[in-house]
């Protein structure tokens, strides 16, 4: 089925280490968008791409990277991770960064930082 | 996010109609969307709205906009144990990124 795929599906990881969230999608879409999920607060946007080769900040980018080399990959680096980015962690895209083009999103990767 | 709000908690009987109420601050927002959350899963659209629209129907779902206060319902007609999920409203900003509510849980009982 054509959509988002993210690896892992769970993880969990010491403070101080670095991990790498995948996500990689197959509908050709142009912007890619990374947010987490907490309780209470809904969803906010940690960094986004309007194109392959660009990126840019969201609401919370602090102690995340991103990158998009090409169309289908938007991985999400952690460089060294704190129990607060314990978080479920959702990659979406869009077929155009405009109003009208609705996100898809992937199933989700829940991150235990201990 | 603080720029849209919506209650956490919905209870309704099978077969009876849910009412999902979000406010909103952007008064310049082009679209609301309504996304559902089941159980670890992803969020998928539902439903959205262009903002000079007062009404969308779309099979059981009824979206309302009142966009003098800045208010937007969902109602679910007949709703059905398969409608238990996470419900976020969301607008869109001025640079075209979405901001979501904290979502808000509907429990179908029998």
């Known amino acids: 089925t054509a959509g988002i795929t993210q690896a892992p599906t769970s993880q969990i990881l010491a403070a101080g280490r670095s991990m790498t969230l995948r996500c990689t999608q197959d509908m050709r879409h142009n912007a890619m968008y990374w947010y987490r999920q907490d309780l209470g607060l809904g969803l906010r946007l940690i960094h986004y791409?309007?194109?392959?080769?660009?990126?840019g900040k969201g609401e919370v980018p602090d102690g995340y990277s991103v990158s998009r080399a090409n169309t289908d990959d938007f991985p999400l680096t952690l460089a060294s991770a704190v129990p607060s980015q314990t978080s479920v962690y959702f990659c979406?895209?869009?077929?155009?960064?405009?109003?009208?083009?609705?996100?898809?999103f992937g199933n989700g990767t829940r991150l235990t930082v201990t | 996010g603080e720029d849209v709000e919506q209650s956490l908690f919905l209870s309704v009987r099978e077969g009876d109609s849910s009412v999902i109420n979000c406010t909103y601050t952007?008064?310049?927002?082009?679209?609301l969307y309504w996304y559902k959350q089941e159980p670890g899963a992803g969020l998928q659209l539902l439903t959205y709205i262009f903002s000079n629209m007062d009404m969308k129907q779309d099979q059981r779902l009824t979206v309302l906009l009142n966009k003098k206060d800045k208010h937007l319902s969902l109602r679910i007609a007949d709703t059905q144990t398969g409608d238990s999920a996470i419900y976020f409203c969301a607008e869109s900003r001025s640079d075209y990124k979405l901001s979501f509510g904290a979502g808000t849980t509907v429990t179908v009982r029998a």
């Open positions: 979406a895209s869009s077929e155009t960064a405009s109003n009208n083009s609705p996100l898809h």
């Open positions: 952007d008064s310049s927002s082009t679209y």
């Open positions: 791409s309007n194109t392959a080769g660009t990126t």
